[in-house]
């Protein structure tokens, strides 16, 4: 089937059939319609699936130079920025990164065994444990600080210090407001899953049919 171009209007459904446009507007909020189109937000869903794309890659191609897997660069690199001089907690680590702490367990296995990380006893809980990049992670992620440094003024130094600041602070909402939707859809999710399920028959019931 040919796909539609840029320029040529969407296919509308017969209105006699209480169908409206289609497609269908993908979002409702009027701020985010132009002219009752939702044209603008499609393009910026997938300038934004884009950007995740690139990310992803570029952070696996600095992972790959390092010899570690992208999950456990971003857990060196997350454990790096939140350390400060005590060191960090796994659980802060996971929330951080969104993932759960068996995910960053496994991941911090590895870093370990390349003796880039490190586990001291939480002073403020015997029992716990908090996680520091060693003198040989920090000379691991030095090697490779200029290749990081590159990467990042090429995607991001076209910006104004205001274009910054303002994406900066649109992207924070973004990331809590997109972990409200996952809850929603998750939800829904469970919902549908419980209504699809056959109804158990009572004993009662049973028994009636063996009648």
């Known amino acids: 089937m040919r796909r ?23 979002v409702t909020s009027h701020s985010l319609l132009v002219a009752g189109s939702d044209r603008a937000f499609r393009d910026l869903l997938g300038s934004l699936l884009d950007i995740g794309s690139q990310v992803h890659e570029l952070r696996s ?28 907690s796994v659980g802060t680590v996971a929330e951080r990164m969104w993932v759960t702490t068996n995910f960053v367990t496994m991941e911090v296995r590895k870093l370990q065994s390349l003796g880039w990380v490190e586990k001291r006893q939480n002073p403020d809980d015997g029992r716990g ?19 990081i440094q590159s990467i990042n003024n090429v995607m991001f130094d076209h910006m104004t210090a205001e274009e910054f600041e303002i994406l900066a602070r649109v992207s924070k909402r973004l990331v809590v407001h997109g972990r409200q939707a996952l809850a929603l859809a998750r939800a829904r999710d469970v919902s549908r899953t419980l209504e699809a399920k056959p109804k158990a028959s009572s004993p009662a019931s049973t028994n009636r049919g063996r009648r």
């Open 61 to 88: 191609f600095i992972a790959e130079q390092l010899g570690v897997s992208e999950p456990q660069y971003r857990v060196m690199l997350a454990i790096a920025q939140m350390q400060k001089e005590e060191g960090v």
């Open 4 to 26: 539609p171009k840029n320029n040529e209007k969407e296919v509308k459904v017969d209105s006699k059939k209480g169908q409206g446009q289609f497609p269908p507007l993908t």
């Open 129 to 147: 444990v908090l996680l520091c990049i060693s003198q040989r992670g920090r000379e691991a992620f030095t090697s490779v600080i200029e290749t």
